[in-house]
């Protein structure tokens, strides 16, 4: 398999719920990314691990915790989120992490939270 | 107040015609993407453009650099129903920063 693959494409928690969600890259890259899109709202960056060091965390509440076992995989663990936290979550990687690099997607993970 | 502003926001039109979409920013950038988003699945890159005054053509695609780095252009020619999707800018800043754009939703209409 190629590319940024993201599991599980669709998800319905409820908030008291605890899951988790689940990027692996075949491209050799460096950088990986965890993105929150929204209706209405420009793509929100989350966390940043270059070499499985995170780099970044942009004002993310702690409902979220990302972690990344090795550079390939991307987790990120959600527990008692609220329904303003349903958007589409993508997950993307890159050579390296300066800006300049490409970033390749994966499909989303599409999170409902009831 | 977005660091990117992408405009229009939405855009419908008839297939075979032309149109143009900007994305304005008052920062200055090293580089600047453009992403085509389609229903369902992550951005795609379509093209990079690092010097000022910059122009790069995809096929029926012609993007340009604003000479300050400031801003860019993604004019497309002819439009087709494939061409649907929501188009994205993102810019490069010293540091690592990398922002996104607001978005553009285009409609091509058979």
């Known amino acids: 398999e190629t590319g940024v693959t993201q599991t599980p494409r669709h998800l319905v928690m409820g908030m008291t719920n605890k899951k988790s969600l689940k990027c692996e890259q075949h491209l050799g890259h460096n950088a990986m990314y965890w993105y929150k899109q929204s209706a209405k709202k420009p793509l929100e960056l989350m966390f940043v691990y270059s070499l499985e060091e995170r780099v970044e965390n942009n004002s993310v509440p702690s409902r979220f915790s990302p972690e990344c076992p090795n550079s390939s995989h991307l987790f990120l663990h959600l527990h008692t989120l609220q329904p303003e936290d349903s958007a589409l979550y993508l997950c993307?990687?890159?050579?390296?992490?300066?800006?300049?690099?490409?970033?390749?997607f994966g499909p989303g993970t599409r999170l409902t939270v009831t | 107040t977005q660091l990117l502003e992408q405009s229009p926001q939405f855009l419908s039109i008839q297939e075979g015609e032309n149109l143009t979409v900007y994305c304005n920013s008052s920062s200055v950038f090293s580089s600047l993407q453009w992403y085509r988003q389609e229903p369902g699945e992550g951005p795609v890159l379509l093209v990079t453009?690092?010097?000022?005054?910059e122009v790069k053509k995809l096929k029926r695609l012609t993007f340009q650099f604003g000479d300050a780095r400031k801003d860019s252009s993604l004019h497309i020619t002819a439009a087709q129903p494939g061409d649907t999707g929501l188009y994205l800018c993102?810019?490069?800043?010293?540091?690592?920063?990398?922002?996104f754009g607001t978005g553009t939703s285009l409609t091509v209409i058979p």
């Open positions: 453009v690092v010097t000022g005054g």
């Open positions: 993307a990687s890159s050579q390296d992490r300066a800006g300049d690099y490409e970033q390749y």
């Open positions: 993102a810019g490069a800043r010293a540091g690592n920063q990398f922002y």
